[in-house]
């Protein structure tokens, strides 16, 4: 008995100087970087704590779908065309099943029905038939791809955001998909919110298409736009989204536009006090001459002598190519540079543009101001173009100041509880009510030493997570306690009163701590944010219970045992 | 030695069952037709919303801010105090569709920064919920609170038996709604948090309830003299001690959460507190009376079985698992 009690008390001031190494960086608010203190990791403090924005964005893959369909189809139109086949007709049509799964219809000459099929079947294993009439097909994509092309978007989605934010300089920032569909971003202590919400949010997609100039004037077009607005009650309201205007109007009024072309707007701002921005329309060719996929880099220039800065841009040589060419044969018409589907502006084109390189000029407004705009831009034009648009599913901020609060007011409420509760539990059990406070205490130190250990998040709820696990450890104490006093009472000895106290309780305390952690399991796999810490810090505060009311208890009342050994009154004191 | 129950009490618990399960049934059906008259006010984490904490300058009140927020452009939102009077802390309420809700925070910016300078005012909290996600964290809540029951009810038929489980599940249940019903009584928020805290409570209290369990168990099996009624009433009384302990020694910690933890917390807090008072109550009171009636309830039934000549055994208890 002697050398397993040594051994088991060896371990025990192992596991105390650990833990105590483990979380004294974070009590003493050491500085990291100038510390001599060889463990160098404070505890991660949740967004609720720290401050900082927390946002669940939903990836719109409909959109991305459709696309994507229309390509397949588009190529696969030409393949056919290779084979001397033709198919006319290609447009979308809606499923009135699923929202998400769009269908693309053609038409064709029946008797080539066959060679149609082996054609899709063979090489376009992205598609399936979803529909066939007498000379038309519906095609939509396979299940196969259309899971890869989510998959794709989403890691892709992934990768611009973290892009983005790398360069806001944020440090720690969290970023991870949530589910199929979904991407959970954190930046603790940021706080420009909502300039990182729109750097975030931006689609960043660069077009550069040339103008129509010639099919319409400027008055027809107005024209043009009134009546599909008034044929189809399409009307455009502040605070509505601007793109659904613009896609139902290019929707509805398909026949009237002329083809191969789209109407697109610019929204200069009319007002820098009421933020109201007007609607210049343009006809643009839908054809993209060149996108930011072939944006090599992108910086902020100023201009001294205009003093306005403006975002400079490169293409790689492919785009430069491109560029040039077209610029060669474009002269004396207009370029629209189309952001977002945006018109940005819509220069003339002067004259051949070799270099790859171009200036997009930016709007008015304050020097400060613009200068964050131009940054921005340049910013999101590097990192890259969203290939889907996202949605704001969920925001909190916390501001920096509440953040402090809640921590100094959570730790003096867990601090002055547990204090409470050591005062009556010691006054109750007296000198096992002194072992009992000790292994409490050292409980709270294990439980923040596994945060630390574990690199697992401290949130508000995860304080009182842990001011509840005390009042939990206090439960098995008491079991353990109470089944002594009953041995005690029955008569048997001291020794064998905790012997069988502590046997007879265990199975109790296991019990009643697994149900404990099959609640905590499911608050874990269902919660987020602050909940997912209360949830974290439960389950190790009931494994850290079990450990010390079990094994650490144990010890120290041995030791007691031992001291009292040699004492004339035997008698515990509980 | 200091006790609170001396040994040896016994107080009449199980005798006045009835009274003790009436009083609960009340409170079931009161909350029932609370829920439906009242309804909880449920947070934006249900409803979707906005909802943005601002610590504006003693000089307005609430009555300037909602003007103020009005002129600016913000309509139907609501405006409500919250803390001390003198914290002059403001929560600013809106709804609408996910593209205006985002941009309710920074008009609340904007507003705020016409007449007044960066450093008088701040927004120190901002949670928006798009309607979408609303509903599904709504349904992902409950799913949650009903998978948590499940489990237990599976645990405590594997560790006690079937006589057991459905007094455990219900004593939860009893707890789960009569904490709701204060809620709707109180028309406090019922948010994400709130139901994390009825989820913790499951679990807690719980522990209570199979201390108790366990007891009546190995009471049976050490006297099986005593019919089930006296069994249960000695078990009671024995953890009654214990039971009472440390409900006083959790409720201890979450009263101080409750009274200086802040605002963010207070009802977390408070939700667990309630939960922990009706949980000792349910302990004692509710779930020791439902092993009864259910005991009773198999026993009538192995009864007329026997009647009937099936020739079942009537249950008895199931001897202890080899944990030992």
């Not at chain 1, 550069?208 to 099919?215: P, Q, R």
Request: charged share 20%; proline share 3%.
């Amino acid at each position: 008995m002697s050398r397993s009690w040594w051994g088991k008390f060896l371990l025990l001031l192992c596991a105390i100087v650990g833990a105590f190494i483990y979380i004294f960086p974070t009590i003493a608010n050491l500085d990291l970087e100038k510390t001599n203190f060889p463990f160098k990791r404070k505890i991660n403090l949740g967004l609720d704590l720290q401050g900082g924005l927390y946002m669940v964005l939903g990836v719109d893959f409909n959109k991305v779908y459709r696309d994507v369909l229309e390509r397949q189809t588009s190529s696969l139109k030409d393949r056919l065309h290779e084979k001397g086949i033709e198919i006319t007709g290609i447009k979308a049509v809606p499923n009135p099943l699923s929202a998400d799964d769009p269908r693309y219809s053609f038409s064709f000459d029946q008797s080539k029905r066959q060679d149609i099929y082996q054609m899709i079947k063979k090489e376009y294993w992205t598609m399936r038939l979803a529909g066939e009439n007498e000379g038309s097909f519906e095609v939509a994509l396979s299940q196969d791809y259309r899971k890869q092309v989510r998959e794709r978007t989403l890691n892709q989605s992934i990768e611009v955001i973290r892009n983005r934010i790398d360069e806001f300089g944020v440090s720690e920032p969290a970023i991870a998909s949530q589910g199929t569909d979904r991407v959970v971003v954190e930046l603790p202590g940021v706080r420009e919110i909502d300039r990182a919400k729109d750097l975030i949010g931006r689609t960043a997609k660069l077009e550069f298409k040339m103008v129509d100039d010639k099919s319409m004037s400027p008055a027809q077009l107005a024209a043009l736009i009134a009546e599909i607005e008034k044929k189809h009650g399409i009307t455009f309201k502040e605070g509505q989204k601007f793109s659904e205007y613009v896609r139902l109007l290019n929707e509805k009024g398909r026949e009237k536009i002329p083809e191969g072309d789209e109407i697109a707007f610019q929204r200069p701002k009319l007002s820098d006090e009421t933020g109201e921005m007007g609607r210049i329309p343009y006809l643009l060719k839908s054809k993209t001459e060149v996108t930011g996929d072939d944006l090599q880099d992108a910086s902020v220039q100023f201009d001294p002598e205009s003093r306005r800065p403006s975002v400079g841009f490169t293409l790689n040589p492919r785009g430069a190519t491109l560029f040039d060419r077209l610029t060669g044969e474009s002269v004396g018409k207009r370029l629209a540079i189309v952001l977002d589907n945006i018109v940005h502006s819509a220069p003339v084109i002067q004259g051949r543009i070799p270099g790859g390189h171009g200036q997009i000029t930016l709007g008015r407004g304050d020097s400060e101001a613009m200068m964050k705009e131009a940054s921005d831009l340049a910013l999101v034009l590097r990192a890259g173009a969203l290939p889907a648009q996202l949605e704001f599913l969920e925001q909190r901020v916390v501001g920096p100041s509440l953040g402090q609060d809640s921590i100094k007011k959570g730790a003096m409420a867990s601090l002055v509880g547990s204090l409470a509760v050591f005062l009556f539990v010691t006054v109750y059990y007296q000198v096992s009510g002194l072992i009992a406070v000790f292994s409490l205490v050292l409980n709270v130190m294990f439980v923040l030493a596994c945060l630390v250990g574990l690199e697992a998040t401290l949130t508000l709820p995860g304080i009182a997570g842990i001011a509840l696990t005390v009042g939990i450890a206090v439960d098995s104490n008491v079991v353990i306690y109470e089944r002594i006093r009953e041995e005690l009472r029955h008569g048997k000895g001291p020794v064998v009163a905790v012997e069988s106290g502590f046997q007879k309780a265990f199975r109790t305390i296991l019990d009643a701590n697994v149900t404990n952690a099959a609640a905590a399991v499911v608050l874990l796999t269902y919660g987020t944010g602050p909940i997912k810490g209360f949830a974290v810090s439960l389950l190790i505060g009931i494994v850290t219970t079990l450990f010390t009311a079990v094994f650490v208890c144990r010890l120290i009342f041995d030791i007691y045992l031992k001291y009292l050994e040699n004492r004339t009154s035997r008698a515990i004191s509980i | 030695m200091l006790e609170l129950i001396k040994p040896g009490t016994n107080i009449n618990f199980v005798g006045k069952r009835h009274i003790w399960i009436g009083i609960s049934i009340v409170a079931i059906i009161a909350t029932f037709i609370l829920f439906i008259v009242k309804g909880l006010n449920y947070g934006i984490d249900f409803t979707g919303g906005a909802e943005i904490q601002v610590h504006i300058p003693q000089n307005w009140d609430i009555g300037k801010l909602r003007d103020e927020l009005e002129s600016g452009g913000l309509k139907g939102v609501k405006v409500q105090q919250i803390g001390l009077p003198t914290a002059s802390q403001f929560l600013i309420k809106a709804q609408g569709d996910e593209h205006s809700l985002n941009q309710v925070s920074k008009k609340v910016d904007a507003i705020l920064l016409k007449d007044l300078k960066h450093g008088d005012f701040e927004i120190q909290r901002v949670d928006v919920v798009g309607p979408a996600a609303g509903s599904s964290l709504r349904m992902s809540g409950f799913l949650s609170m009903f998978y948590a029951l499940l489990c237990i009810l599976v645990y405590v038929t594997i560790r006690f038996d079937y006589r057991y489980s459905p007094g455990a599940v219900m004593a939860l249940f009893h707890d789960t709604v009569i904490t709701i019903g204060i809620f709707i009584l109180t028309q406090k928020q019922f948010d994400l948090q709130i139901l994390a805290a009825l989820l913790a409570l499951i679990g807690y209290s719980n522990n209570d309830t199979i201390i108790v369990y366990d007891r009546v168990r190995e009471t049976m099996h050490q006297h099986p003299e005593l019919n089930i009624e006296q069994a249960v009433n000695r078990a009671v009384n024995e953890t009654l001690g214990r039971t009472i302990l440390t409900s006083l020694c959790t409720f201890f910690t979450v009263f101080a959460l409750w009274l200086l933890g802040g605002k963010v917390i207070e009802d977390f807090a408070f939700t667990l507190m309630v939960g922990i008072v009706v949980g000792a109550y349910s302990s004692i009171f509710i779930a020791s009376s439902l092993v009864i009636a259910i005991s009773h309830y198999h026993d009538r039934r192995a009864l007329s079985l026997k009647k009937a000549g099936g020739g079942k055994k009537a249950i008895s208890v199931r001897p202890e698992p080899k944990f030992e």
